[in-house]
């Protein structure tokens, strides 16, 4: 009877906890506005159009100028084809995103429950619900959450299948390295994971002396598959010689804990505590195969990798570009905290727990990249009468706008001011001003292209809002 209770209280707890995670990343979501990756994102993923002018979008066809996505394909037709189902709009773009944010929380668990009990699992969990950082790409119209999820995934089919012999459980097998194959596909930075995973069959082998050769084989067997399906990409991938990243000093004694932790206080406490476990087990991560081996592998390869293919090739120093090491971050250093012998342990998680608690209710709205606040502009111009919106942007802009589910219930229209219409008697003029995602804090002077109806005389100005990143105009024509 004891034991059934119990199951149960942890049951609780578990869905307690990671309900509380979907829950902050859904309140998030609800507020978050877009930016000029999540435009271009959503102009190629449109469900409207053909695959095959899909792809001249993705390699850079924009209509009014050009420019390529870099992310792997995958996710761009995965989006396309869900939203062909739900509806195009940016709302259920990210939902996607949400929906993958919230499933890895589920994933966190399982993972840790590998390594530790459920108390341990549970904490590490809390603090992944809590983090700042997987909060906010949870609401990015990018691959970012759904690579965590496969990713964190694919290592716990790792470990079972590095435990057992697959052909006890060949679903198990199958389906590593369906959701490696998937993870591959959706973003080259995993090939990092899987360097770590040959470093930790490679360390058993020598200090075993046995060769793992059932997930030797489904590695393997893996990584030619993924070449044979994304050769085209992984080449269009390596001509590359520059990245939107550069390698910079202060990332030598930061290593994205600032990012990753959504706060400089925070990162650097965490950085601090991982150097300093990190060193404490040195000898025991080289010299001993252990199976929590496995996170320590992935996140130095991490930043191993980065940086040698940062100084021979193109710098990729970004977190996003690994934030499928957080998570496993987190969990390793709640695993070796649980194994340090402290008196005061639980006070020293406590700690960690409030001030984790404490960084995202302070820094809940911090997001670093400044978003243009388009949901406020839609909802001035759908309470006024006027459907009619012009704009000097281009055709990605426009399409952004188009996609809001507001814009659509108000029935808004959007043209360019070149095939402007006489017959619109009364319209807004919407302008991105100077945008901070591009020009960062400012107080630039108004630019020109926002005049574009001061030059007319035809035109009164009704009304004039002006927002960061943008201005709003209601004209009337006189004519």
Request: net charge positive; hydrophobic share 50%.
């Amino acid at each position: 009877m004891n034991k059934i209770n119990f199951f149960n209280k942890i049951n609780i707890y578990i869905f307690l906890v990671i309900t509380f995670g979907c829950l902050i990343r859904y309140f998030y979501f609800l507020n978050v506005d877009g930016w000029f990756d999540e435009w271009n994102m959503l102009y190629t993923i449109d469900p409207n159009i053909s695959n095959q002018e899909t792809w001249k979008r993705y390699y850079g066809d924009r209509g009014d100028h050009f420019l390529p996505e870099y992310y792997p394909p995958l996710n761009a037709f995965f989006l396309k084809f869900i939203l062909n189902i739900f509806g195009y709009n940016i709302e259920n773009a990210r939902f996607i995103s949400l929906i993958f944010g919230c499933g890895s929380l589920i994933l966190v668990f399982n993972l840790s429950k590998i390594f530790t009990n459920y108390k341990f699992s549970l904490i590490s969990t809390l603090i992944v619900a809590l983090n700042l950082f997987l909060i906010w790409q949870s609401s990015e119209i990018r691959p970012h959450s759904f690579v965590v999820f496969f990713s964190l995934l694919t290592t716990i089919l790792f470990l079972k299948i590095y435990e057992k012999n697959f052909k006890s459980n060949k679903s198990i097998f199958i389906t590593y390295i369906a959701s490696s194959l998937i993870l591959l596909s959706s973003w080259p930075f995993v090939l990092i994971i899987f360097f770590a995973k040959f470093l930790y069959i490679f360390q058993y082998f020598l200090l075993l002396k046995k060769l793992k050769k059932d997930i030797l084989f489904a590695i393997i067997l893996t990584l030619i598959l993924y070449i044979l399906l994304n050769y085209e990409y992984l080449t269009y991938q390596l001509s590359r010689d520059e990245h939107y990243t550069k390698l910079y000093l202060a990332f030598f004694y930061s290593f994205h804990f600032r990012s990753f932790f959504g706060s400089i206080f925070l990162g650097a406490i965490f950085l601090i505590i991982f150097s300093g476990i990190l060193i404490y087990n040195l000898k025991n991560i080289f010299f001993k195969s252990s199976k929590e081996n496995i996170l320590i592998f992935i996140i130095l390869s991490a930043y191993f990798l980065t940086i040698c293919y940062s100084l021979i090739h193109a710098s990729v120093i970004s977190p996003k570009y690994i934030i499928f090491i957080l998570p496993l971050l987190i969990i390793w250093i709640i695993l070796k905290i649980e194994n340090l012998k402290l008196r005061y342990k639980i006070f020293f998680i406590l700690v960690i727990l409030l001030l984790n608690f404490g960084n995202s209710y302070l820094n809940y709205k911090n997001n670093p990249i400044d978003r243009p606040p388009t949901k406020k502009i839609l909802k001035i111009i759908s309470s006024s009468n006027i459907n009619n919106i012009y704009t000097v942007e281009n055709i990605v802009f426009n399409n952004f706008i188009k996609t809001h589910k507001i814009f659509n219930e108000k029935k808004l229209q959007i043209k360019k001011v070149k095939n402007y219409n006489s017959e619109d008697t009364n319209f807004w003029f919407v302008c991105l001003n100077n945008p901070r995602f591009a020009l960062g804090d400012n107080n630039f002077p108004e630019q020109e292209k926002c005049k574009f109806f001061e030059k007319r005389d035809n035109f009164v100005l009704k009304k004039e809002i002006k927002i960061v990143d943008y201005i709003i105009r209601q004209y009337e024509n006189k004519i």
